[in-house]
């Protein structure tokens, strides 16, 4: 919202699109579509990220585990092979 009210949207649309060989800038950034409106987000519209936060979360837990039962595995087995030798 800042760049739009500081006009550096229009001021660097201008130049890429002036380098692109098309007009200006202006009716790409003034104008809005009926179906564009500012709306706040809801806690539904952010759903996706949390379920994909919970799991690499729970990835990333159930990784750790197994490394604990590997490693005290492999403890286990070299303190074996020494009271063998």
């Given at each position: 919202m800042e760049l739009r009210e500081n006009g550096l949207l229009d001021y660097y649309g201008n130049q890429v699109?002036?380098?692109?060989?098309?007009?200006?800038?202006?009716?790409?950034?003034?104008?809005?579509?009926?179906?564009?409106?500012?709306?706040?987000?809801?806690?539904?519209?952010?759903?996706?990220?949390?379920?994909?936060?919970?799991?690499?979360?729970?990835?990333?837990?159930?990784?750790?585990l197994l490394e604990l039962i590997v490693s005290k595995y492999k403890r286990e087995s070299i303190k074996n092979e020494e009271r063998s030798c």
């Open positions: 699109l002036f380098v692109a060989g098309s007009g200006g800038s202006e009716q790409c950034f003034t104008e809005k579509s009926p179906e564009a409106k500012d709306v706040p987000i809801k806690m539904v519209d952010l759903t996706s990220a949390f379920l994909i936060l919970g799991i690499g979360l729970s990835l990333s837990i159930l990784c750790f």
